[in-house]
């Protein structure tokens, strides 16, 4: 069994090729202590995890982090994640399945797929629906796999303010009496210009960047769980 030690260094290690955007060098920290003796249990919650948590504190309270960061982070997390899967002594629980897109109109990605690296590093199943999705298209695919939370992301200020955004979602889902079973939570630049947008697009919550979507989805989810 590894020491307490080498744990301390591999979460050294990964940390600083994380903030040096160095995914090669992370994937090596991982698997140089997967072959040391440590579990994929404690790579997973002792330092992928915890290195997402400690990106999200530079981003809040520093400003000591930029998008290419972000993004690494959440990449490297996704695949650290989908290998040591796998190799778990038992199946990991799984918090909650969301179905994320962009708003019809928007072709931009980018900040989604930071979005889904983080998610499924935190053990939410997720399902890409692309970009430029219709808000029946959202709601649809939420029913199909038994999403608790639709993720939508908006890039330029008419396609999260227009009608076929989180507004088109919300609709639907009070048509169909659904509002308790699926929350939305929405992400991108119009949001960071106006924090209380995401109320007036009858949004459950907002994220800033992200990294931090993650553990506002988590939340989410858990809370529609309970």
């Known amino acids: 069994m590894t020491d307490e030690i080498t744990i301390e260094e591999t979460i050294k290690g990964y940390n600083e090729a994380i903030f040096d955007t160095d995914r090669d060098r992370a994937l090596e920290v991982v698997h140089e202590a997967l072959a040391s003796g440590m579990t994929p249990e404690d790579i997973v919650f002792k330092v992928v995890l915890p290195a997402m948590d400690q990106m999200i504190r530079a981003i809040s309270e520093t400003l000591d982090a930029n998008l290419a960061q972000q993004y690494i982070t959440a990449q490297i997390a996704d695949s650290v994640v989908t290998e040591m899967i796998p190799k778990f002594k038992q199946a990991p629980h799984v918090a909650g399945h969301v179905v994320i897109g962009s708003a019809e109109g928007d072709l931009h990605s980018l900040g989604k797929r930071i979005v889904i690296g983080c998610l499924r590093a935190r ?5 890409d629906l692309g970009v430029n999705v219709s808000p029946e298209t959202f ?7 038994d999403a608790s939370v ?4 908006a890039m330029m200020a008419h396609t999260a303010r ?7 979602v919300r609709r639907i889902l009070k048509e ?11 992400g ?9 947008l995401y109320k007036t697009v009858q949004a459950d919550a907002w994220a800033e960047d992200g990294v931090t979507a993650g553990g506002v989805i988590a939340r989410l989810t858990e809370g529609v769980r309970t």
């Open 139 to 145: 709601v649809d695919e939420a029913l199909a796999h």
């Open 123 to 127: 053990m939410i199943e997720v399902t």
């Open 150 to 153: 639709i993720g939508i992301s």
């Open 176 to 186: 169909r009496g659904l509002e308790d079973r699926i929350k939305i939570v929405v």
């Open 162 to 168: 227009g009608p076929n955004g989180s507004l088109g």
């Open 188 to 196: 991108g630049a119009p949001y960071r210009f106006d924090d209380e």
